[in-house]
């Protein structure tokens, strides 16, 4: 009796996935599903005109974006429109190894017409899973991001809905999402945000048959272009031959070692500026001035002289150490 109600409920499920034209899997593993589908069958995905892809985005790129994403328990109403401090990132580390290139390839091969769906599943024993489902779009300059599951615990098979239970619970399996990740199952209360709120492009407010606290819009290409300029210099550094950084290295040691020199000659002069009135006429120049002369017989500057020297110094032991271990042996 309860293999036939485990057949329909199956039945069910596949009757519901079939309605429309099929997804297209871009990745399908036990931890995470992306696939891109039509625009109709997300609730994101409606309303509004076509979207902008497909979008070729880099992979550091997609890293930014999820990697500002928040997400945590709501804790009131107005708290779910407020972004309090110590908020989670949406993604750790794992998934975003996971998401990147799959989400990606899902941008570069989605139409106008469809959206990319993904779905983490995290066992959390043999009979439950975890599971977070969301889908993607672009139009223009904004990315919108839905979340429907959050960190949600499922069945783990369909053999563990119980012949009581009702068959609004055969959505309470991973079966049932994995087939329809843009549906919200059971009762979750859950609010997603951006890090960084200024790129956000409209206000969200309460509702009462809606969930706008779980959708955002962001203008992902300002962000990216503000983010971008120390990473791509980071990146160009990173490129550098191994003999062009070390000389590099050797160079910014060289120039410190100089300036430590400088600082520390400086830093006489201030300790006895009344014997240097009496050094005669013929004394060695000094160094160019490291500090303005004008508050030479300040002893707070005295004191930041001191400090800076102490930072240099640290720097070229750093530095020094860098090139030690990077030596071939």
């Keep these: 009796m309860h293999v036939a109600r485990v057949i329909t409920l199956a039945a069910f499920i596949t009757g519901c996935a079939s309605?429309?034209?099929?997804?297209?899997?871009?990745?399908?593993?036990?931890?995470?599903?992306?696939?891109?589908?039509?625009?109709?069958?997300?609730?994101?995905?409606?309303?509004?005109?076509?979207?902008?892809?497909?979008?070729?985005?880099?992979?550091?790129?997609?890293?930014?974006l999820l990697s500002s994403l928040l997400a945590r328990e709501k804790v009131g109403l107005l708290n779910s429109f407020v972004q309090a401090p110590g908020t989670p990132r949406l993604f750790d580390d794992a998934d975003l190894e996971?998401?990147?290139?799959?989400?990606?390839?899902?941008?570069?091969?989605?139409?106008?017409?469809?959206?990319?769906?993904?779905?983490?599943?995290?066992?959390?024993?043999?009979?439950?899973?975890?599971?977070?489902?969301?889908?993607?779009?672009?139009?223009?300059?904004?990315?919108?991001?839905?979340?429907f599951n959050f960190k949600h615990p499922v069945r783990a098979s369909l053999f563990d809905v119980g012949a009581t239970d009702r068959l609004s619970d055969v959505r309470e399996t991973l079966e049932y999402v994995r087939t329809s990740p843009c549906v919200s199952i059971g009762e979750?209360?859950?609010?997603?945000?951006?890090?960084?709120?200024?790129?956000?492009?409209?206000?969200?407010?309460?509702?009462?048959?809606?969930?706008?606290?779980?959708?955002?819009?962001?203008?992902y290409s300002p962000f990216l272009t503000d983010h971008s300029r120390p990473s791509q210099k980071?990146?160009?550094?990173?490129?550098?031959?191994?003999?062009?950084?070390?000389?590099?290295?050797?160079?910014?040691?060289?120039?410190?070692?100089?300036?430590?020199?400088?600082?520390?000659?400086?830093?006489?002069?201030?300790?006895?500026?009344?014997?240097?009135?009496?050094?005669?006429?013929?004394a060695a120049e000094p160094p160019k001035p490291a500090i303005d002369r004008r508050s030479d017989l300040d002893g707070e500057t005295q004191q930041r002289l001191l400090d800076l020297i102490n930072k240099l110094e640290t720097r070229i032991s750093e530095l020094e150490r860098q090139r030690q271990g990077s030596s071939p042996r």
Aim: proline share 8%; aromatic share 6%.
């Design 19 to 64: 309605t429309g034209p099929a997804p297209r899997v871009i990745q399908d593993t036990q931890e995470l599903l992306v696939r891109v589908q039509p625009a109709q069958t997300c609730e994101s995905g409606t309303g509004g005109p076509p979207f902008s892809h497909p979008v070729r985005l880099g992979g550091e790129q997609i890293r930014t």
């Design 98 to 147: 996971g998401l990147i290139q799959p989400i990606q390839q899902g941008f570069a091969q989605a139409t106008p017409e469809e959206v990319v769906v993904f779905l983490l599943t995290t066992p959390a024993s043999d009979s439950r899973s975890i599971v977070t489902s969301g889908a993607l779009s672009i139009r223009g300059e904004v990315l919108s991001i839905a979340l």
């Design 188 to 219: 979750q209360d859950f609010a997603l945000f951006f890090e960084e709120p200024t790129y956000l492009t409209h206000t969200r407010s309460g509702s009462l048959v809606r969930y706008p606290e779980r959708a955002l819009s962001i203008a």
């Design 234 to 282: 980071a990146d160009s550094d990173h490129r550098l031959p191994r003999s062009s950084r070390e000389t590099a290295e050797r160079q910014t040691i060289d120039n410190l070692t100089r300036r430590i020199a400088e600082l520390e000659q400086a830093n006489q002069t201030l300790a006895a500026p009344s014997l240097d009135k009496f050094a005669p006429a013929a």
